[in-house]
């Protein structure tokens, strides 16, 4: 399997602190049924600034280090960028860190709310030939209120990657909910881990895929994974038509 979303490499951000985390999450990256995975260290969100050279020196440096403890994972090098305005410049630049250097680029929201000028900045991410994945919608406030804003995203060209942690409810029965109506909306086109550590950010894969394919079955599972692979391959991914949510109450909270 690929994981697309990770905080593996050490002492970049809350992620590992150190080179033994690191490890410790490798070999458990690696008992998850995770072959490969994007290192995704956060950009811009307030507190980390990790730009692409950092971020590619510290890959090869990881790669050494899992060669030398013989851990069978191969590391890729990606970034978690927070949505902000002078990302197209940066992008320019040469600052920011796409998937495995492919047209994708994982982007994410502040947890309370979405900027008003996200619309505008996928448009010209888009204009520019870069695909922008939103991480995590479910954990966004605003979406978690309202999940038809991810499908005016999702519209709009945008793809989606959901936590195994929020699919197996680690982060509450609410955002559960929310994530099983945006798979069954077609609004979700990834699943990924956002491992941070090994114990209470850890990988879920093996949990998140087990509840899927009860939810929804094999072929939801083999839809995630077959887009994964195109990301890293840099292919134009799978997209099924999106449908807007129909809004369960739950516990009076919508």
């Not at 990657?161 to 029965?173: A, E, V």
Request: include cysteine; glycine fraction near 6%; aromatic fraction near 8%.
């Amino acid at each position: 399997m690929i994981d697309l979303h990770s905080h593996i490499l050490p002492g970049l951000d809350d992620g590992a602190k150190t080179i033994e985390e690191s490890l410790q999450m490798a070999r458990l990256a690696v008992s998850e049924g995770i072959e490969t995975i994007i290192a995704t260290p956060h950009h811009k969100n307030g507190a980390y600034e990790n730009e692409k050279a950092q971020i590619q020196e510290s890959v090869q440096a990881f790669r050494k280090q899992l060669e030398i403890h013989q851990i069978p994972l191969t590391v890729l090098a990606g970034q978690e960028v927070r949505l902000y305005g002078e990302l197209i410049e940066d992008l320019e630049t040469g600052t920011i860190q796409t998937i495995h250097d492919t047209n994708y680029v994982l982007i994410e929201f502040p947890s309370n709310h979405i900027p008003r000028y996200a619309n505008r900045l996928f448009f010209e991410l888009l204009q520019r030939g870069i695909h922008p994945i939103l991480v995590h919608p479910e954990r966004n406030m605003e979406i978690v209120e309202n999940p038809n804003l991810l499908y005016e995203f999702v519209q709009n060209g945008i793809s989606a990657q959901l936590t195994c942690g929020s699919i197996s409810g680690k982060f509450g029965k609410k955002i559960k909910k929310v994530s099983v109506d945006l798979i069954a909306a077609n609004l979700v086109h990834f699943i990924a881990s956002d491992a941070h550590n090994v114990t209470s950010r850890q990988f879920w894969m093996k949990e998140a895929r087990s509840e899927m394919e009860k939810q929804f079955g094999l072929d939801q599972l083999y839809y995630f994974e077959e887009n994964a692979r195109l990301v890293v391959e840099g292919q134009y991914i799978m997209r099924e038509m999106p449908q807007q949510v129909k809004q369960r109450k739950f516990l009076g909270l919508f």
